[in-house]
């Protein structure tokens, strides 16, 4: 899957969603983050394939067969700048209200999420999501959900995606180049409006 395919759950438009845990329950989570996950002091190899066992315990013969191919590397894709952030993401999907609303296939879900949220790190800093600042919190709870297919508990499909497009980042930054781009051609029309009027007022003048 490429990168930009792994974000359509988060920035693109998502259709319908199934009902997750509460808002609260993942933001408590997140601010429950145990230090040595913040401070990458973890295998996130061993970190990730442990989360995948909690969440969907793999098959005999699934694990057997990791172990023969040597390919029991899970998180090998993740870039060292996102570690921390998808060290964060193991620890919010290990939630057992939100292990317990986690949709079929639960293992590829997971590891899709895991991805999108070590890249959200790009735009929302890890030390945003454990800090003082409880919009970025909320931020990253609803990301996670998000890219779950889920939305917070309490909440309709769209009264969640209203309140993700008010505090997601990269929407409100979208939002205000949009409006930058709007006011740079209102400018260039005006401009061109007034260059307009005073040509024509130089032509009636040099015909008097």
Sequence with gaps: MTEGAALLPIWGELTGSAEGP??????????ATPAELSEQAVDIDALVADTLDLIDPAPLQMLLDDALAGRHRTAGRFAPAHATAVAIA????????LKAALPFPRRAHVLTALGILGGFSDSVPTTDWLGHDTDRQEEVARALLRSLGLRPGGETHI???DRWASISTRSRAAALAQA???????EELAAALAKKKAEEAAAQYSHV
């Design 90 to 97: 193991c620890w919010l999907v290990s939630l057992p209200e």
């Design 180 to 186: 930058a781009r709007d006011q740079l051609r209102a």
């Design 159 to 161: 009264v969640a995606e």
């Design 22 to 31: 509460s808002l609260v329950s993942m933001m408590s989570r997140l601010r």
